[in-house]
């Protein structure tokens, strides 16, 4: 999958560079044989022509139903740092496979579609408020799922007693048929925990695994990596995309009604053929 995206965005950055050439302007010259930017821009425009034009059209509807600032979209840009775990718009570019201009614009279309979504399910700063105060609190752990509370005391006591680094090793030396479930490496919002978890997992430092945890009559083990407090600013735009659905209303509703309101018109019939 991240191939095919790559290759993708390969594809829209040419269709765009090529569209600057004239008509017959050779782009390659191989011995005495030209390839044309005609045929190249034909092939790409089969290829990718689509997606980069939805991609177009929907950004251009965010952004003209949306007036964004340079704060904001500055903002939006430090949230796409972090989450690539880069440092810079530059490295931030280079992480994602396009230009640090595509990479602005990136952000400026997340900062438009939280915006808007804000606007049409007439969301609050209260609302949005009260919902990131269940999720600053997170946590990284690896945990999983036993049938057995017999199996699942025995993990626990092999970590807790180092007899074991991990849940991963002390399963293997507990359980020869794997009839468990397992995750590594998941983040949880300590305030959407239910009780049982939140009480067995609160207080655990890195590392430490909870107590056998019961819950629909199967047995659950935690191993806390890291806990932190997130910032609302990283989180705001999955927030509001959540309460806005719980009311119906996500980017492609929005998209719609915006498609109504600002009439897309193809110019040129070979491309209204391919968008069909």
Not at 2 to 8: A, E, L, N
Not at 53 to 71: C, S, W
Not at 124 to 153: C, G, H, L, N, P
Request: with cysteine.
């Amino acid at each position: 999958m991240k191939r095919y995206v790559g290759m993708t965005l390969i594809g829209v950055a040419s269709i765009s560079a090529l569209a600057a050439c004239g008509n017959g302007d050779a782009v390659v010259k191989v011995g005495s044989e030209n390839i044309y930017k005609e045929d190249v821009y034909k092939e790409l425009v089969n290829r990718y022509g689509k997606d980069y034009l939805l991609g177009e059209i929907e950004y251009k509807l965010f952004i003209q139903n949306a007036k964004v600032t340079d704060n904001e979209v500055q903002e939006k840009v430090k949230v796409l740092e972090k989450e690539n775990n880069v440092k810079t718009l530059k490295e931030l570019a280079k992480q994602l496979g396009v230009s640090e201009e595509e990479a602005t614009k990136r952000a400026r279309s997340l900062a438009a579609q939280e915006k808007i979504l804000i606007k049409e399910a007439k969301l609050t700063k209260e609302d949005i408020q009260r919902a990131f105060e269940e999720r600053k609190y997170k946590m990284m752990v690896d945990y999983m799922v036993v049938d057995s509370k017999q199996q699942a005391q025995k993990i626990v006591n092999l970590v807790r007693n180092k007899k074991a680094r991990d849940l991963e090793t002390a399963s293997h030396k507990v359980i020869e048929t794997y009839y468990l479930n397992y995750k590594w490496n998941v983040e949880l919002s300590e305030g959407l925990l239910d009780e049982n978890v939140l009480s067995g997992t609160m207080g655990l430092e890195e590392g430490q695994v909870s107590d056998v945890i019961e819950k629909d009559g199967q047995y659950y083990i935690y191993q806390v990596k890291s806990r932190n407090t997130v910032e609302l600013k990283d989180e705001k735009l999955e927030i509001v995309r959540e309460l806005a659905l719980e009311k119906g209303i996500d980017t492609n509703t929005i998209l719609e009604k915006l498609k109504k309101k600002d009439k897309v018109e193809y110019k040129d019939e070979d491309i209204e053929s391919l968008m069909k």
